[in-house]
């Protein structure tokens, strides 16, 4: 009997009963909102040939440190794969490559290849989108699925915020210039947010229908700005300077349905009414990774981590903080699909059924 191995699983396994009770447990969420806990499966071994014989139509992709792969809802492990090699993946696929890539091979995720990348460079996955980072970090390209390269947008100064949507692409760059272009790569707009002492764009984000763009901007009077598009004119339609100066890339996104702009200012997570331009914040502590969403009013989950110490925190739209529970990790994650959360932790993934939602 290997008395350590089993250790070491029962410590794991104790970990994650912990996060889930806790957050299930510490705090009521009210009297219709619960989560259900509903699997935990191991990632920790190497799978690689499940995939074939299953449908990948609703895999979910994972990264975790230096493991990636696809799992399914019902908790069975399509692949699991270690690298010491840079990764991306998502829904659409996978690749890894080496720091000084030539080129890189994209994969679908029951392992066949679907097309290749043929330039230099460091591929990023967004959903079905595919980017190629130049070495210089300072330029990015779009590919369609066959290897075609759609457009190129170069600048002098290196890309410090990044985000993409079936709408087009935003870029900030670290001299403070805002760029937006349509999947076609045609510009949409490409100013200067200004109004801090140093210029830098920290975060930047494009809503799903592409009316809507916000970004973190600037340190020593640091401020978020909300824009608003319409066909190819913009307008800034809400901002506010930020307590505190984060001096590192900032946390910006939509929720799916536009209704919410999510921002991170130094130990805070704002939101914004998009149609009503009013704000909110909660408290949050460390680096937020990642926030999920639901559609209505309903109940969204956050991830932030401070070192080695993870907080995932539950809040009811539009700044009500249910709950939240600490945990240490190396590495984690979470994916909100509506009414289902995946929370990853090191070598575990789990899923969670959100009850009782409207």
Known sequence: MNIKANLKYISIGSVIFLVLYSFIAVKSLGADIFFEPVWTTDISEPVTDAHSARSTAEAEAFILGNRFGFFLPDGTVLSSEKTDQKITASTFGWAVYPADAQETVLYRPDGT???KI???????????????FQPGGDGVSQFDETGTKLWTREHTAPITAFRSSPKGTIIGYLDGRLVHVKPDGTEVFSFYPGGSNLQVILGAALSDDGTMAACVSG????????????????????????????????FVDFEAGGQYAFFESENRLGFVDCSRYTASSIPISG?????GECPGDALFVVLSKNGTTWTLS????????????????????????????????????????IRGLK
Not at 334 to 344: A, E, F, P, S, V
């Open 113 to 115: 290849i679907r097309t």
């Open 118 to 132: 043929s330039e230099a460079g460091f591929v990023h996955l967004d959903q079905e989108r595919i980017y190629l």
């Open 219 to 250: 340190i020593e009077k640091q401020r978020f700005l909300l824009i608003k598009i319409t066909g190819n004119q913009h307008k800034i339609v809400y901002h506010a300077y930020l307590d505190g100066n984060l001096r590192r890339q900032a």
């Open 287 to 291: 680096k937020v990774i990642e926030a």
């Open 314 to 353: 539950a809040v009811e739209r539009p700044d009500h903080l249910v709950v939240s529970t600490n945990f240490t990790a190396t590495d984690a994650f979470i994916i909100q699909r509506n009414d289902i959360l995946y929370l990853g932790t090191d070598t575990h993934i789990s899923r969670l059924n």
